[in-house]
């Protein structure tokens, strides 16, 4: 480090100045002369690590999302849905069965999210797995759901996300990412919280 020194030095040395501006770039030279060669390291490694520190915050900041696999889906009701027609929108995919008893007790809770927040652009879909066309129509008739019903052989999302155990939660934001996984019962607080990182306005903190 006293080579940066002593390199100002020298220069200052081979160059003629006079008047005024000579005397104030002479003092000027004369202040850093000063300078010790290790306070000039020390800066040195200040303003090194300071721009460690915000080349690794930029890093962090990087979205690391993956983009959902590309899938297609049809509701009971014949509206279609996929990657484009739902960008913008924040998805909720919920993987059940008709004999799943978490997934009955999420039931409610799922149905109850779509209708709050489908004015800040939510879309629920409930895939049922693996089961047919009549045994999913005969429960809903006893138990109906406001939620966008999707049977297995109307959709790839089961094969896509391998759904094998139910319930099974995805969501989506509205870049088509993933924003967080669940399997198993998720209860209301915790589909709150799966519904908030995929980008809606929720308190997940109420009375």
Request: proline share 3%; aromatic share 8%.
């Amino acid at each position: 480090m006293g080579k940066f020194r002593n390199s100002i030095i020298t220069w200052c040395r081979k160059k003629e100045i006079d008047g005024k501006r000579g005397e104030r770039r002479r003092q000027l030279f004369a202040k850093i002369a000063a300078v010790p060669a290790s306070t000039v390291f020390a800066r040195r490694i200040f303003y090194s690590a300071t721009a460690l520190v915000a080349l690794t915050a930029g890093l962090w900041a990087l979205d690391t999302r993956q983009a959902a696999p590309k899938f297609s889906a049809k509701s009971l009701d014949g509206e279609k849905f996929n990657n484009e027609s739902l960008k913008g929108k924040v998805v909720l995919v919920q993987f059940w069965t008709t004999w799943c008893p978490h997934c009955r007790a999420d039931q409610a809770a799922v149905d109850a999210l779509a209708d709050e927040y489908a004015g800040q652009g939510l879309v629920v879909l409930g895939v049922d797995v693996a089961e047919s066309r009549q045994k999913v129509k005969d429960y809903l008739r006893k138990t109906p759901r406001s939620s966008n019903i999707v049977l297995n052989e109307d959709t790839n999302l089961p094969a896509v996300f391998e759904a094998k155990s139910f319930p099974l939660y995805v969501a989506i934001d509205r870049d088509g990412k993933i924003a967080d996984k669940h399997s198993g019962e998720a209860h209301e607080d915790g589909l709150r919280s799966m519904l908030k990182k995929a980008g809606l306005k929720i308190e997940t903190d109420r009375p």
